[in-house]
């Protein structure tokens, strides 16, 4: 019994070793060569020959700090406004109301369209002469001529953000829809027997059930909003003057752009180091549930 035990327990793993090769060789190879790429270029200089000079390059390096500066800028807005609209969405949409599976459909669609295709959308309402945005606009008499959207570098961040904001807030939206629909309603029918109001409901049944969907839907989204590239090179390319070049967005420039192999990787790295330390949370909490 015991034998047989085994081999159960050992054929399982090998079910699952395709995979766990599949993912070392896409994810695990690079990631080891970026590390190994950002101390020297190994295949030229050999192991002997590690340097830590484009870290120091790095950390005095006054465009790497305005990225950090704009990614920080850039995922806090989104991540806030992902949370705000997709909760009010999921509130409104886990009400009575009519055609409630059609309007969920309507709210998911953004999510299901690509980051490259949705920043050219947006590029196109951007337009200043012939998109959506500035037309509207100059019909409401709200405007006297156009406005250059992302060609503005104070205006080019906040038109990001809102393309952003509109391409990504269904998945906030989907995380806490499924956590108000798993809340119990007899918590909701004992609050009104007791004379609370729809606000007591609010803060003290609605939101203590959504804590821990919101923490986990926050730190996922602060994750993949930090690594966010297609939409914002489709609309900007980083520019102008560098005002939406986020460190993804640098790190593409330097590698792809300038060749700078050695330094884009380091850039690389110490992203990958701030998502792991974002990611760590995230880990503990899905390790506690399991």
């Known amino acids: 019994m015991k034998t047989k035990q085994r081999s159960v327990d050992f054929t399982g793993y090998w079910f699952i070793l395709p995979c766990f090769l599949l993912l070392l060789g896409v994810l695990g190879f690079p990631m080891v060569m970026a590390v190994l790429n950002s101390f020297a270029p190994i295949w030229t200089k050999g192991l002997s020959n590690f340097t830590l000079a484009y870290y120091r390059k790095l950390f005095n390096d006054p465009i790497f700090f305005n990225s950090l500066l704009r990614t920080v800028y850039f995922v806090g807005a989104t991540v806030a406004l992902h949370l705000v609209l997709g909760l009010l969405v999921a509130l409104a949409l886990n009400s009575a109301i009519r055609a409630r599976r059609f309007f969920r459909v309507v709210a998911i669609l953004p999510w299901t369209v690509p980051d490259v295709i949705a920043g050219l959308v947006w590029a196109c309402m951007y337009d200043p002469l012939s998109g959506l945005l500035n037309d509207a606009l100059h019909r409401l008499g709200l405007i006297a001529s156009p406005v250059e959207w992302l060609a503005n570098p104070r205006l080019v961040m906040p038109s990001v953000i809102l393309a952003d904001v ?89 590698y792809f752009k300038f060749f700078n192999f050695e330094y884009a990787s380091a850039i690389s790295v110490v992203l990958a180091l701030i998502l792991l330390a974002i990611g760590i949370p995230y880990i503990r909490a899905i390790s506690r549930r399991i």
Not at 170 to 183: D, H, N, R, S, T
């Open 166 to 254: 509109w391409r990504g807030y269904p998945f906030v939206m989907l995380v806490l829809l499924a956590g108000l629909q798993a809340i119990p309603r007899e918590q909701y029918e004992a609050a009104k027997v007791d004379g609370a109001s729809a606000l007591h409901e609010f803060l003290y049944i609605t939101l203590p059930n959504l804590k821990p969907l919101i923490a986990i839907a926050t730190i996922l989204d602060i994750i993949w909003q930090t690594r966010r590239f297609g939409l914002i090179w489709v609309m900007t390319e980083g520019g102008p003057a560098r005002a939406t070049e986020i460190l993804s967005v640098l790190a593409y420039r330097q």
